[in-house]
């Protein structure tokens, strides 16, 4: 238990399907990640929140949509996806840094395993 | 893009045996992490280096970070199934308050009893 939960664990929707996919956080942090795990490439970094602003969106398409309404969830709307975006989504948290703060810890979720039909 | 290549990809290898993974990236970065992540799990962190030339321990774990702060290794002693999983690095950069992360291509390692 990482403190970093998502729901659901396993999805699997067709091209035209809607779908959202949760993440919540337990552990009074600041900033929240969204990475994609596929099986041939290197983790992904796909979107930043710190304090409930988008700061970073990864050249990701736009059928993949963020939402972060506090610092305790966060949200990655599908639309209209393809079969290549089947993969591991991971969700992380970890508290902003401050000026002093050379390093911190990103916790995972344990991830949705999504495949796209 | 700042890329982090792992060496071995894979690793079968029996138990009691001792093994390195090498990390390398032509980028400096502000630290380095390496994390374990196990089948239907999320990566877990086991250890952040931030000086040039660090060596950290983790009971049969030895970490040591570059020099140049550019390449990492991670050296198992008397490896045990339970440390069987994908071994990630990440190398960290500081940007406005967050962290960005980015992650190597992954050692897989299985250790057989």
């Known amino acids: 238990e990482t403190g970093v939960t998502q729901t659901p664990r396993h999805l699997v929707m067709g091209m035209t399907n809607k779908k959202s996919l949760k993440c919540e956080q337990h552990l009074g942090h600041n900033a929240m990640y969204w990475y994609k795990q596929s099986a041939k490439k290197p983790l992904e970094l796909m979107f930043v929140?710190?304090?409930?602003?988008?700061?970073e969106n990864n050249s990701v398409p736009s059928r993949f949509s963020p939402e972060c309404p506090n610092s305790s969830h966060l949200f990655l709307h599908l639309h209209t996806l393809q079969p290549e975006d089947s993969a591991l989504y991971l969700c992380a948290s970890s508290q902003r840094l401050s000026r002093r703060d050379r390093t911190d810890t990103q916790y995972f979720g344990p991830g949705t395993r999504l495949t796209v039909l | 893009t700042q890329l982090l290549e792992q060496s071995p990809q894979f690793l079968s290898i029996q138990e009691g045996e001792n093994l390195t993974v090498y990390c390398n990236s032509s980028s400096v970065f502000s630290s380095l992490q390496w994390y374990r992540q196990e089948p239907g799990e999320g990566p877990v962190l086991l250890v952040t280096?931030?000086?040039?030339?660090e060596v950290k321990k983790l009971k049969r774990l030895t970490f040591q970070f570059g020099d140049a702060r550019k390449d990492s290794s991670l050296h198992i002693t008397a490896a045990q199934p339970g440390d069987t999983g994908l071994y990630l690095c990440a190398g960290a950069m500081n940007s406005g308050g967050y962290q960005k992360v980015t992650f190597g291509t992954g050692t897989k390692l299985q250790v057989i009893p």
């Open positions: 929140y710190s304090l409930e602003e988008r700061v």
């Open positions: 280096v931030v000086t040039g030339g």
